[in-house]
């Protein structure tokens, strides 16, 4: 049975998250919401129980399990779809020295492919709906914090893709619009993989330090706050890249405005035990 309402979906909707509150967001606002998650387990129960609400189980690293989704909504929506929303993403904080390349790749596979996948699969429902896609990035695209490298450039990779899917698209009436989001108030933080380092890393000494996360996210924006400013934007026909979240503004002002070598010590300054691991290693050369 296909709905006549509008259709939104969203990926990475486990409770607790940014993806969660978008697609209840989105529910309650009248369209009816694919909310998908590796568990749909883990979908928040009001996902479950509202009659304009399809929950349903998707890996965005898995060519199979986007398939599989895609014919889900078509068979529901008739062909077409509004809203997607790629929210779906993994952390990591990790030396680069240290990372595996096998789970560097898997945080591309579902930071970057996952959402490029999602576009091509989606694409022809989007383009007969006249719809939207929201990637959600990070203002991490832009900065060079330490052992966050390769979780930066995924984000830094689909900010700047978006910038060109959005002027592909656009002839074809699809809006591309690319969320820099900042601190958002989630269990992100608490769910990033465990740091595992091998015997003879240099970090060996400070792992503790780099595995440690703050109990709550700085300057975070609540969910909810954050889901609406969203809806806002998107029945708005907002294009292009949109800064939203908490210290969003005045990062995009300081990335602007200030030198390298300032950005350089904001940089450290979020990871204070570099300056007293620093200091060790210089005293260790002098003494070899």
């Known amino acids: 049975m296909t709905t006549t309402r509008k259709s939104c979906l969203v990926t990475g909707c486990s409770s607790g998250g940014v993806g969660a509150a978008l697609a209840e967001a989105f529910a309650k606002k009248g369209y009816h919401v694919f909310a998908t998650a590796r568990s749909p387990s883990k979908v928040p129960q009001f996902l479950h129980d509202a009659s304009n609400a399809t929950v349903i189980a998707l890996d965005v690293a898995s060519s199979e399990s986007i398939a599989a989704v895609a014919e889900a909504v ?7 779809l509004d809203v997607l929303i790629n929210n779906a993403g993994l952390g990591l904080d990790m030396p680069a020295l240290d990372i595996p390349i096998s789970l560097a790749r898997k945080t ?7 959402v490029l996948e999602m576009i091509q699969m989606f694409g022809p429902m989007l383009v007969k709906a006249q719809g939207c896609i929201v990637n959600n990035a990070s203002i991490g695209g832009y900065m060079s914090v330490p052992f966050m490298t390769i979780y930066q450039a995924t984000k830094a990779a689909l900010i700047q893709s978006s910038e060109g899917w959005r002027l592909e698209l656009a002839p074809l009436g699809v ?3 690319c969320l820099v989001t900042g601190g958002v108030d989630t269990n992100f933080l608490q769910n990033l993989p465990s740091v595992e380092l091998p015997e003879t890393s240099f970090y060996i000494g400070i792992k503790d330090q780099i595995a440690k996360q703050e109990d709550s996210v700085p300057f975070g924006m609540s969910p909810e706050a954050y889901s609406q400013d969203v809806i806002r934007q998107v029945e708005r026909g907002t294009t292009g890249k949109y ?3 908490g210290a969003s503004t005045i990062s995009r ?36």
């Open 253 to 288: 002002v300081s990335l602007w405005l200030l030198p390298q070598w300032v950005l350089d010590k904001v940089y450290v300054w979020q990871k204070p035990f570099l300056k007293e691991f620093a200091a060790q290693q210089q005293k260790s050369r002098k003494n070899a």
């Open 108 to 114: 591309f596979d579902v930071n970057y492919f996952g």
């Open 175 to 177: 809006r591309v619009l």
């Open 74 to 80: 078509k068979s529901q929506t008739g062909g077409t």
């Open 243 to 245: 800064w939203i979240g």
